[in-house]
């Protein structure tokens, strides 16, 4: 027992976890988030548009994930960052808004119908993340979003290019800070997991929107 108590101090802590979710499970290791597909070529601009459009459904409605967590986390610190986070998260909002009305409507795409219900219910999955009872889930996964985003930014950032709209700096790239907020915030074992779960399950909604960005791309490609 005293064996496993020392090795769990000396493992990695929530806020490295954190990190490493996010670098391993995201955004960030999706090969399409990273395809050509979406930043050259003849359908590029359709691609951004698709991407464009599906991440206004996720992320584009006032309150979001980020926003949802600040209002139910009472810890001092974390709530300061949430505070922080929320207004940098409402400039990304307005920029990922401006960017999809410039490229146009979402491009056609056979089974769009079932698309739709895809991106709703993810939708809906994480908005039931960040309104969690659970001690750590709201704010874990209000961080996973702010991690993300940093690696959804290169997607994004592209499109300003093609669309002629100078790219704001994203205001929360400092991922050792955000670790050290989750590294503080979890104070035991079990607010560490809920945090941690949180953060997971927003990767894996991410996660399976590319899969779907990428399954939409090749049906208008065949």
Same mark, same amino acid.
């Given at each position: 027992?005293?064996?496993?108590?020392?090795? *769990?101090?000396?493992?990695?802590?929530?806020?490295?976890?954190?990190?490493?979710?996010?670098?391993? =499970?995201?955004?960030?290791?999706?090969?399409?988030? *990273?395809?050509?597909?979406?930043?050259?070529?003849?359908?590029?601009?359709?691609?951004?548009?698709?991407?464009?459009?599906?991440?206004?459904?996720? =992320?584009?409605?006032?309150?979001?994930?980020?926003? =949802?967590?600040?209002?139910?986390?009472?810890?001092? *610190?974390?709530?300061?960052?949430?505070?922080?986070?929320?207004?940098?998260?409402?400039?990304?909002?307005?920029?990922?808004?401006?960017?999809? &009305?410039?490229?146009?409507?979402?491009?056609?795409?056979?089974?769009?119908?079932?698309?739709?219900? &895809?991106? $709703?219910?993810?939708? =809906?999955?994480?908005?039931?993340?960040?309104?969690?009872?659970?001690?750590?889930?709201?704010?874990?996964?209000?961080?996973?979003?702010?991690?993300?985003?940093?690696?959804? $930014?290169?997607?994004?950032?592209?499109?300003?290019?093609?669309?002629?709209?100078?790219?704001?700096?994203?205001?929360?790239?400092?991922? +050792?800070?955000?670790?050290?907020?989750?590294?503080?915030?979890?104070?035991?074992?079990?607010? $560490?997991?809920?945090?941690?779960?949180?953060?997971?399950?927003?990767?894996?909604?991410?996660?399976?929107?590319?899969?779907?960005?990428?399954?939409? +791309?090749?049906?208008?490609?065949?």
């Amino acid at each position: 027992m005293a064996l496993a108590s020392v090795e *769990k101090a000396s493992g990695p802590g929530a806020g490295q976890l954190l990190l490493a979710s996010a670098a391993g =499970h995201g955004s960030a290791a999706h090969p399409y988030a *990273k395809a050509c597909e979406l930043t050259s070529g003849p359908q590029a601009a359709r691609n951004l548009a698709d991407l464009l459009h599906f991440l206004c459904t996720l =992320h584009g409605r006032y309150p979001g994930v980020v926003d =949802h967590a600040a209002g139910r986390v009472a810890d001092r *610190k974390a709530g300061a960052w949430l505070a922080l986070a929320a207004e940098a998260f409402a400039a990304e909002r307005t920029y990922l808004a401006r960017l999809a &009305v410039l490229a146009g409507p979402v491009p056609s795409t056979p089974g769009a119908a079932d698309s739709d219900s &895809v991106v $709703r219910s993810q939708r =809906h999955a994480i908005e039931m993340l960040a309104l969690s009872e659970r001690n750590g889930c709201a704010l874990g996964s209000a961080m996973a979003v702010v991690l993300d985003w940093a690696a959804i $930014r290169r997607p994004l950032d592209a499109a300003a290019v093609r669309l002629g709209v100078e790219a704001p700096a994203y205001a929360f790239a400092d991922q +050792q800070a955000i670790a050290a907020v989750a590294d503080d915030f979890a104070a035991s074992a079990g607010i $560490r997991r809920a945090l941690l779960f949180g953060a997971e399950q927003i990767l894996v909604q991410h996660y399976g929107l590319w899969d779907l960005l990428e399954s939409r +791309q090749q049906a208008r490609s065949a």
